[in-house]
């Protein structure tokens, strides 16, 4: 399937259930919490992705401006925000998205934000825009499965959804990768440009003509992530590491290692939803 024909195939991306149901109680409040909703956003892919576009939707007339689930929260009204959790799918953690493990999606997703978030503070990037691009970066995965699921199973048997190796693999054999894709899906939600930039370039930093930064920091954060979904020693994490984009930001593989803002010790299982 072309890049363009995959875009125009209608998707609906699910969401985490306990997200929702987290959301739907606290929005049952008659003064619903401002931090409460922006955590509980923060924890789901999809969920954040609605909420920024209806954010930057032509009816609040500032398009290609709200990077973040705090600036699109205050933007919205609570009726608006009830609407996007009440009618957002429910995903479930086999079936949701054929050939995707959506409880690992759910998790991955999540440790990259907060990867992104925390490197981008030491690199003096846009922290928001980070965690966005971190939280988002990997939706086209699901695109693609839920787009050409026969297609896609065939890659699945070489490298798995969150191999390290996977958008290399994709984009050899697809002619993209599911970053083009997320990006792609981002800048038909109207995302700030900044944004899109890194979701483009997240697999190749230095193929855009003008470097972005926060490119790399995601790049950064997904190794990293990616790293620990296939549990990579020591060894494997110093051969493996990208040194010429962290070269880039000034950041050593000590530096990325030592600043993770998560327990990896824990049981990969047990998933952390805490933002």
Same mark, same amino acid.
Request: glycine letters at 6%; charged letters at 20%.
């Given at each position: ?90 995903? &479930? ?5 054929? %050939? +995707?493990?959506?409880?690992?999606? *759910? $998790?991955?997703?999540?440790?990259? @934000?907060? #990867? ?92 855009? &003509? ?5 490119? %790399? +920091?995601?790049?950064?954060?997904? *190794? $990293?992530?990616?790293?620990?979904? @296939?549990? #990579? ?43």
């Amino acid at each position: 399937m072309e890049l363009n024909a995959l875009l125009a195939h209608p998707v609906a991306l699910p969401s985490l259930p306990r997200a929702v149901a987290l959301l739907m109680s606290e929005l049952a409040h008659e003064e619903p919490s401002l931090r409460r909703l922006n955590q509980f956003f923060g924890m789901d892919p999809a969920l954040a992705a609605r909420l920024l576009e209806l954010a930057n939707s032509h009816t609040f007339q500032v398009p290609r401006q709200i990077a973040g689930i705090p600036e699109a929260l205050a933007l919205l009204g609570v009726a608006q925000v009830r609407a996007i959790v009440t009618s957002a799918p429910l995903g &479930t953690t086999s079936r949701s998205v054929p %050939g +995707v493990n959506m409880q690992q999606f *759910w $998790r991955y997703s999540l440790n990259t @934000a907060k #990867l992104a978030r925390s490197l981008a503070g030491i690199a003096r990037q846009n922290q928001i825009a980070a965690y966005t691009a971190g939280l988002l970066h990997a939706l086209g995965e699901l695109a693609i499965h839920l787009a050409d699921p026969e297609r896609v199973q065939s890659i699945n048997t070489l490298v798995a959804p969150f191999d390290p190796r996977r958008a290399k693999v994709e984009h050899r054999i697809f002619g993209y990768c599911y970053g083009h894709v997320t990006a792609g899906l981002a800048r038909r939600w109207r995302l700030p440009e900044v944004v899109v930039d890194a979701l483009q370039y997240q697999s190749a930093p230095f193929d855009n &003509t003008s470097y972005e930064p926060l490119a %790399g +920091v995601i790049h950064l954060a997904a *190794w $990293r992530a990616r790293a620990r979904e @296939a549990d #990579l020693g020591e060894k494997e994490l110093a051969v493996t590491f990208p040194g010429e984009v962290g070269l880039a930001l000034g950041l050593d593989i000590d530096m990325v290692l030592q600043q993770d803002p998560i327990d990896w010790t824990a049981r990969p299982e047990a998933a952390d939803y805490v933002v």
